[in-house]
């Protein structure tokens, strides 16, 4: 009967099939400059063929593994169309702006390298986006960095540090929803498991930095703060700078995961009252809602970015904005418009569309246990925690350096790992914290991954350049190995009833091959 009998690839085929992925991917997003959708979908379709003619694999089995798939990360799904409509609306009442805008009054020659990993923190956690943080915040760091006489690598790495921070803490982020949902884990529970593993490596963070930053505390260049006076003060035209404005809707939504409230009602709660406070600020309902549908969209900043020579001049005097030159205001406002003229749910469907790929192709490879079969060796010499924590996230950066993408980096080591997980008694938020701690990290070093290229395009500093400044993102993965080879935040136990034990031990029980 068809599907009646497990079939499994040989190691070789396996092997052949995964390098074959790898080939496809990657000269879709390197050789013919695609998105990632279309080479990961034909990516799927190769490693299913594969499956359904050499394998045997039935086409029940291969549909069910890719529904199975989607279906575990539904809640994510929403969570990220829930995100877009929290960032359109916090964009537009302030939240997103007031802290930029009194984040930049930290900033000061002695304590600047500092300054700009506190200041890509904050902004990424409350955006949940690390590309948004280095193609708006991270240029203008990078340009005022160069007045200090500071090499662009080590500020492009200490922005991307900050920014990646945010990018697997905040709650907003499309990875760290999406890492709990591969795993079977939920997102508070996942954050809160996060912390000991990124909480000490963003004090060791923090310690470096200060301690660079005190070989520039008397650098030779003139510190730029026009540019910081001319972000401010667009800023302030454009929306009405207030504390509690920036602080309410985040503080609403932090009591809710205090309380456990789940994330979607917690993302909503904090929608509405943004949407609130928007009102409040003088727009109207309709104007609200369009920008939790298609995001915010500015208007002052907007206006000096697409304003002609003649006309930047006559805007900047219409609302009031002096002291700066027309060519410093056209730069800050172009920038501007790229942090501010985002969220809303349409902004989510790239994401979505591709997660979904993403998916499909992780459930084609559980389904034809491809990966199964290459590191089911591997699991049984596993007898530590630290060894199937290194093992999670060596196959996450092997994923991210042959598979060209992030979301792929978290998915298909995700739902290799899963089964596991759920034979050896460790908690899923065990698997899902590993995934950020590398999958999510390490992309961004690797440069023909979307993340590489990106931040490396936006911050004009070639990934290679940069990457060894980014001590985030590979103290971290080291960190989680060391900790759990120590004992230290090791959860067990299933998800809700899980809890803090020191033992190491571990034995997996891999599934027997079958000749």
């Keep these: 009967m068809e599907g009646s009998t497990v079939r499994k690839p040989s190691v070789g085929l396996a092997f052949v099939t995964f390098v074959g992925i790898a080939g496809i991917i990657s000269y879709g997003l390197l050789g013919l400059g695609l998105d990632a959708h279309v080479p990961i979908a034909l990516a799927a379709i190769f490693a299913g063929l594969i499956g359904k003619f050499i394998v045997g694999v039935s086409w029940t089995e291969i549909s069910t593994a890719i529904s199975n798939a989607i279906t575990s990360a539904i809640d994510a799904l929403l969570i990220l169309i829930a995100i877009g409509m929290l960032v359109g609306s916090w964009v537009q009442a302030g939240v997103v702006p007031g802290m930029i805008y009194y984040g930049f009054d930290l900033l000061s020659p002695g304590i600047f390298l500092l300054a700009t990993l506190l200041i890509c923190s904050v902004v990424s956690l409350a955006t949940g986006s690390s590309w948004g943080v280095g193609g708006t915040v991270g240029v203008a760091l990078i340009g005022i960095a160069a007045g200090l006489g500071i090499p662009a ?17 905040s709650p907003l982020s499309d990875t760290t929803n999406l890492a709990p949902a591969v795993s079977g884990s939920n997102l508070f529970d996942h954050i809160r498991a996060m912390v000991w593993t990124t909480g000490p490596t963003y004090v060791i963070v923090v310690i470096i930095t200060i301690v660079l930053g005190f070989g520039y505390a008397n650098g030779t260049g003139a510190f730029d703060a026009s540019r910081i006076d001319a972000f401010q003060a667009i800023l302030a035209a454009e929306f009405d700078i207030n504390p509690i404005y920036a602080i309410v809707p985040p503080l609403i939504v932090l009591v809710l995961a205090i309380t456990k409230c789940p994330a979607l009602p917690s993302m909503m709660a904090g929608t509405a009252a943004a949407s609130v406070l928007a009102m409040i600020q003088g727009f109207s309902l309709s104007e609200a809602l369009e920008a939790i549908h298609y995001g915010y969209h500015s208007t002052v900043a907007t206006k000096l970015a697409e304003a002609g020579a003649g006309d930047i001049t006559a805007t900047l005097t219409e609302y009031n904005i002096t002291g700066f030159a027309p060519e410093m205001a056209h730069e800050v406002a172009s920038l501007l418009t790229e942090l501010l003229n985002r969220g809303g749910l349409d902004s989510m469907m790239w994401s979505l569309s591709l997660i979904m790929i993403a998916l499909v192709l992780g459930g084609v490879m559980e389904s ?34 042959f598979l060209g993408d992030q979301y792929l980096g978290i998915v298909v080591p995700g739902r290799m790992f899963k089964t596991a997980v759920e034979r050896s008694g460790l908690s899923p938020r065990m698997l899902s914290r590993t995934l950020e701690d590398s999958g999510t990290l390490t992309a961004v070093l690797i440069p023909w991954t979307g993340c590489g290229a990106f931040q490396a395009g936006a911050l004009g500093v070639p990934t290679l350049a940069y990457a060894p400044y980014c001590f985030l993102n590979w103290l971290n993965p080291l960190v989680a190995i060391l900790m759990t080879y120590m004992g230290i935040g090791i959860y067990w136990g299933k998800n809700g009833e899980d809890k803090i034990e020191k033992r190491t031990d571990i034995n997996f029980h891999p599934a027997e091959q079958k000749a």
């Design 368 to 401: 034809c246990h491809y990966l199964e079969v290459l590191l089911n060796p591997l699991l049984f010499k596993v007898r530590k925690v630290g060894g199937f924590v290194t093992l999670v996230v060596v196959s996450c950066f092997a994923s991210n350096l």
């Design 153 to 169: 690598p080590l500020t492009a790495g200490i922005i991307i540090s900050g920014a990646y921070f945010g990018d697997k803490m």
